[in-house]
């Protein structure tokens, strides 16, 4: 079965500063999708990024982008500029192309400083 | 596009009460999700409709949870009886099966019921 880990249950960032959470996954499949989602207070799961798993290129949106390393299954999200807005839960989270639900990490809580 | 829409936003209940959860997806979407997310944890599904029909009921605890979806739109989630355990935030997910920028869409979510059984 495919799991997902975060390992940071908490991040804190300065203002305007860049930070980084880490999310490693396991699966056996080539073929899957992977996505970061941000949980503000309201509770609504807001989609930030997604990439294809057989895409090389690393996808970016605005001030996020992300590492992804398919040999070490590894996906992280960097925000560059952080904004007091992006103070969040953030979940990684993995979708199998054939199978198609998805499973999400324990999650990283962000914590922004002014 | 108005979003996934779910009802009610908190419930509190006593344990052995039953209870029911509502969503109506955006208009369109083929795919609808339930998932239960336990304070502190990634959510995790229970169900998952194409249309009205079931793809994937693995992880519900069918002897105290059901699911609806009929004509292929709105949904129910029901518990009855309720545990102290099944306190939880209960999320509503729809999806498009029509494709992004050649990459499928992620799912969007309601705001969520937060339960709480005392």
């Known amino acids: 079965a495919q799991t997902v880990t975060q390992s940071q249950p908490e991040m804190s960032v300065q203002e305007a500063e860049t930070v980084t959470l880490s999310c490693t996954y396991d699966t056996s499949e080539s073929d899957y999708y992977l996505f970061w989602y941000k949980q503000p207070p309201s509770r609504q799961m807001i989609l930030v990024i997604r990439?294809?798993?057989?895409?090389?290129q690393n996808a970016t949106e605005n001030r996020f982008s992300v590492n992804f390393q398919k040999a070490a299954k590894s996906f992280s999200l960097k925000i560059s500029d952080s904004q007091l807005g992006d103070a969040a839960m953030y979940f990684c989270?993995?979708?199998?192309?054939?199978?198609?639900?998805?499973?999400f990490g324990a999650g990283t809580r962000l914590t922004v400083k002014p | 596009e108005a979003g996934v829409a779910q009802s009610p936003r908190y419930k509190i209940i006593e344990k052995r009460q039953s209870v029911a959860f509502w969503c109506n997806p955006i208009s369109g979407h083929a795919t609808l999700y339930w998932y239960q997310q336990i304070l502190g944890q990634g959510p995790k599904l229970l169900i998952q409709f194409q249309n009205n029909g079931v793809v994937d009921d693995s992880q519900l605890p069918k002897d105290r949870f059901s699911a609806e979806r009929l004509k292929g739109v709105d949904s129910t989630l029901k518990i009855q009886p309720a545990k102290l355990e099944d306190s939880a935030v209960y999320l509503c997910a729809s999806r498009s099966l029509k494709l992004d920028r050649g990459l499928p869409r992620g799912y969007t979510f309601g705001s969520g019921t937060r339960l709480t059984v005392v």
């Open positions: 990439q294809e798993a057989y895409k090389q």
């Open positions: 989270a993995y979708r199998s192309a054939r199978l198609g639900d998805m499973r």
